[in-house]
């Protein structure tokens, strides 16, 4: 991500383990900020299993490396939910203070968010258990998640 106003460029590093192309067991995934003299700083966050973020003018959104293990897919591998179902964020002035701002609490599954304004918007993959496996489905919906008023809108974007 690029910051438009200081020109400051941040970047995710994390291990090849929290994405299932390595079997090091090495869970580390931090955020890096590289301002416009190219001095590299870590980013001191809540969590050292930072999975993905994104950044507004006020904070960093990410999730976290927390897996949650369900029966294997018909594939034979295991079925992962990487992130634990959750989005946190951290105020941009600072980043080690986070809070849990959404939660699916093994209901409402999504492979990939975006934040705009008071609003997550997220593609909901659902969670299928069938003749003893379990796999997503991406269903092709995405829904959209009012952090002020706590709704949900689901939007069909076929």
């Not at 999975?51 to 959104?61: D, G, S, V």
């Not at 294997?72 to 980043?95: F, Q, V």
């Amino acid at each position: 991500c690029c910051d438009k106003n200081s020109s400051d460029m941040y970047i995710c590093v994390y291990s090849k383990y929290m994405k299932g192309l390595s079997d090091s067991g090495i869970e580390d995934g931090y955020i890096i900020r590289i301002d416009s003299d190219l001095n590299c700083h870590r980013l001191d966050m809540p969590s050292d299993k930072i999975y993905n973020f994104q950044l507004t003018e006020k904070y960093i959104y990410y999730t976290i490396y927390d897996p949650l293990y369900y029966k294997m897919t018909p594939r034979g591998i295991p079925c992962i939910e990487e992130n634990g179902n959750k989005i946190y964020r951290a105020s941009r002035d600072n980043t080690a203070e986070g809070e849990l701002i959404f939660d699916g609490r093994e209901e409402l599954f999504f492979r990939n968010y975006f934040i705009t304004g008071n609003y997550i918007y997220i593609d909901y993959k659902q969670f299928i258990d069938e003749a003893g496996m379990n796999w997503f489905r991406n269903v092709g919906v995405t829904a959209r998640i009012d952090m002020v008023n706590g709704t949900i809108k689901w939007l069909n974007l076929d």
